[in-house]
C-alpha cells in the first residue's frame, strides 16, 4: 500500500511540470516545423529527458493507463507545426520507477495534408524494412498497408511509418516499450 501511494505521489510530480490537469487539453501549436520535429527526436540524447517536451513548448499530457502497468503512458491532445502539419498526438512511455527518463517516444500525425518523407530521405538513410504477418492478425492487418523505414540511431532506432506507397507519413516512433 506505501509502495503505491508513492508511486501515485510519483506520478503527479511528474505530470504537473507538463500541464496533465489542464483544461486546456491540446490545440497547442510548436514553433517547429514536422521535419525539425522529427528531427530533434533523432538527435536527442536517449533515453530522452523529461526536459524534452517543455523545450518544443508542448506542455499537455495526460496518463493514459494504469501506474500499475508495465509501463506507464502519457498522451498529448493535439498539436499543430509551424508549416501547418497537425498531429493527433504525442505519446510517451516511462517506467513505474519513474527512474531512467523517457524509453519510448510516438508522434501519431492526422489525416489531412500529406507529409512526403523526402526531406528526411536527403538527411538520413531511410532502411526500408517490413513486419512479420502476425498470427492474430486478418489478411488486411494495417501494417500490411503501411511502408515501414527506419533510422539507425545506435541505442534507440527511429520508425516510420508511411503510406503503402511511402508518399504520406502517417506515424514516427524511438525505443521500446
Request: some cysteine.
Amino acid at each position: 500500500m506505501k509502495k503505491m501511494a508513492v508511486l501515485m505521489i510519483g506520478c503527479t510530480l511528474l505530470m504537473l511540470p507538463f500541464g496533465c490537469l489542464s483544461r486546456n487539453f491540446g490545440g497547442e501549436k510548436v514553433q517547429l516545423q514536422l521535419e525539425d520535429l522529427i528531427e530533434r527526436m533523432a538527435s536527442q540524447k536517449w533515453p530522452a529527458s523529461y526536459r524534452f517536451f517543455s523545450d518544443l513548448g508542448v506542455s499537455s499530457f495526460r496518463q493514459v493507463n494504469g501506474s500499475d502497468s508495465l509501463n506507464i503512458a502519457f498522451r498529448s491532445g493535439s498539436i499543430g507545426t509551424d508549416d501547418g502539419y497537425e498531429l493527433q498526438f504525442i505519446e510517451y512511455r516511462v517506467s513505474p520507477a519513474l527512474d531512467g527518463g523517457i524509453r519510448f517516444l510516438y508522434l501519431k500525425l492526422s489525416e489531412g495534408k500529406c507529409y512526403k518523407p523526402d526531406g528526411l530521405r536527403s538527411k538520413f538513410k531511410l532502411e526500408r524494412y517490413f513486419l512479420p504477418p502476425s498470427p492474430h492478425a486478418n489478411a488486411t492487418a494495417e501494417h500490411e498497408k503501411a511502408s515501414m523505414y527506419k533510422i539507425e540511431l545506435g541505442e534507440a532506432d527511429l520508425s516510420l511509418k508511411a503510406s503503402l506507397d511511402g508518399d504520406c507519413l502517417l506515424s514516427v516512433s524511438r525505443g521500446s516499450d
